[in-house]
């Protein structure tokens, strides 16, 4: 399924980036900016992506990521 564009505070389209790095190269790591849901505020946040495949044979895209 593709996913909604979803641009960083700078137009950065970061999770298209994310999966197609991802599904490319098996791993992606990416440092964008982001809305912080808790606080309203806007940080830096470093994702880290890595392409798996489930117990069902599906190719997924699963990512972590933190604010700094």
């Given at each position: 399924?593709?996913?909604d ?5 700078a ?8 999966i197609s790095e ?12 982001s809305t ?10 470093s994702v880290?992506?890595e ?9 997924y895209?699963?990512g972590?990521?933190?604010y700094q």
């Amino acid at each position: 399924k593709e996913p909604d564009r979803q641009d960083d505070g700078a137009g950065t389209p970061f999770r298209e980036q994310m999966i197609s790095e991802a599904i490319t190269n098996g791993t992606f790591r990416v440092d964008y900016i982001s809305t912080r849901p808790e606080t309203g505020g806007i940080y830096y946040k470093s994702v880290y992506a890595e392409k798996v495949t489930g117990s069902d044979e599906k190719l997924y895209v699963v990512g972590s990521g933190i604010y700094q």
